[in-house]
């Protein structure tokens, strides 16, 4: 069982960055991919990023590549995404996932947080 709790979301102006964190607890963070996840108002939940256990592979979807950038910190038991260049259609809820390793094209995660806004003005 892991428990996620996301933080640092907030307002930002168009241009703007970012930094969201997700603390997991447990003794076993190392043993799991990571993602993140965006659920815009009156839209389906869409993948961002993630990052495999040991934090040597990424991967992000196309709208993000360049932009946002996702991290881990296994001694803290933190995953990270940095947002850089922040534009309006990134406003939504965020929350980061956890899972047992698969392919990082995979979306199927089997832990989540309760999610964090992001609000990006124009």
């Known amino acids: 069982q892991v428990q996620l709790v996301e933080s640092g979301g907030g307002l930002v102006q168009d241009g703007g960055s970012l930094r969201l964190s997700c603390a997991a607890s447990?003794?076993?963070?190392?043993?799991?991919?990571m993602g993140w996840f965006r659920q815009a108002p009156g839209k389906e939940r869409e993948f961002v990023a993630a990052?495999?256990?040991?934090?040597?592979?990424?991967y992000y979807v196309d709208s993000v590549k360049g932009r946002f950038t996702i991290s881990r910190d296994n001694a803290k038991n933190t995953v990270y995404l940095q947002m850089n260049s922040l534009k309006p259609e990134d406003t939504a809820v965020y929350y980061c996932?956890?899972?047992?390793?698969?392919?990082?094209?995979?979306?199927?995660?089997?832990?989540w947080g309760q999610g964090a806004q992001v609000t990006v003005s124009s």
């Open positions: 996932a956890a899972r047992l390793p698969r392919s990082l094209r995979s979306t199927v995660y089997d832990y």
């Open positions: 447990g003794r076993t963070f190392s043993s799991y991919d």
């Open positions: 990052i495999k256990l040991s934090g040597s592979v990424t």
